[in-house]
């Protein structure tokens, strides 16, 4: 069963505007971390930020913050002022409590292109 | 600090041959790796979790003897895709964390084209 969810395949943001990435996610572990990576067209996988499932207040890191509204099972990203070096693939990922079957790994959504238009 | 290093970057090589990508952690030590792979327009997929002396872990549907991975090291892991065929062409990309606290952080990935 999918469990994480991104609704937008994709998206165009202009730049210096501030845009939202949705994800949902599925869990019935009390124990989670959530993060949220950038894949740019070279392909590698930047960690941008993380929000723990007992942080009592949502991540920041920069211009990015994570919109954390655990009732509704969500933890969207916002970047804010979009740069044009933004425009990249943005997955969001969850990691169940780390048992002996799961080693903390991660699951992903199905990714989010983000294009920032000059 | 937290960096991951993969090697080759990219490789192309004949059906029937088997290929060898190593994962390395450069400044931490990592008793567990990760392996995915990613298809063009897509997610990652997990294939396996790499542990540090001992077997990997595979998830359902990836064969283990298709797709060897050793971990012979606290910073080495290797996978080796045997008698490649142009269908395991792909993005294969590694990942490691330096405590279990921690995010995962990911080499930059092999590019694997089999003609």
């Known amino acids: 069963a999918q469990k994480i969810t991104q609704t937008q395949p994709g998206m165009f943001v202009q730049e210096k505007e501030a845009v939202t990435l949705d994800c949902t996610y599925d869990?019935?572990?009390?124990?989670?971390?959530l993060f949220w990576y950038k894949q740019p067209s070279s392909g590698e996988m930047i960690f941008l930020i993380y929000?723990?499932?007992?942080?009592?207040q949502n991540a920041t890191e920069g211009r990015y913050s994570l919109n954390f509204q655990k009732a509704r099972k969500s933890a969207n990203l916002v970047i804010s002022a979009s740069q044009l070096g933004d425009s990249a693939m943005y997955f969001c990922?969850?990691?169940?409590?780390?048992?002996?079957?799961?080693?903390?790994?991660?699951?992903f959504g199905a990714g989010t292109q983000v294009v920032v238009t000059p | 600090g937290a960096v991951v290093s993969q090697h080759p970057s990219w490789v192309i090589c004949k059906s029937g041959t088997s290929v060898k990508i190593e994962c390395r952690s450069l400044d931490f030590q990592a008793t567990t790796m990760f392996w995915y792979r990613q298809f063009p327009k897509q997610s990652l997929m997990l294939m396996a979790t790499?542990?540090?002396?001992?077997?990997?872990?595979?998830e359902q549907g990836v064969e283990k003897d298709k797709f060897l991975i050793n971990h012979a090291s606290l910073t080495l892991s290797t996978l080796t895709v045997t008698s490649a065929h142009p269908e395991d062409s792909s993005f294969y990309i590694c990942s490691a964390r330096p405590g279990s606290n921690q995010p995962q952080h990911f080499g930059d990935g092999t590019r694997l084209s089999i003609l």
């Open positions: 929000q723990g499932s007992y942080d009592q």
């Open positions: 990922a969850m990691r169940e409590v780390m048992t002996t079957d799961s080693w903390g790994k991660l699951q």
């Open positions: 869990t019935s572990d009390p124990s989670y971390g």
């Open positions: 790499s542990n540090e002396g001992s077997k990997a872990t595979y």
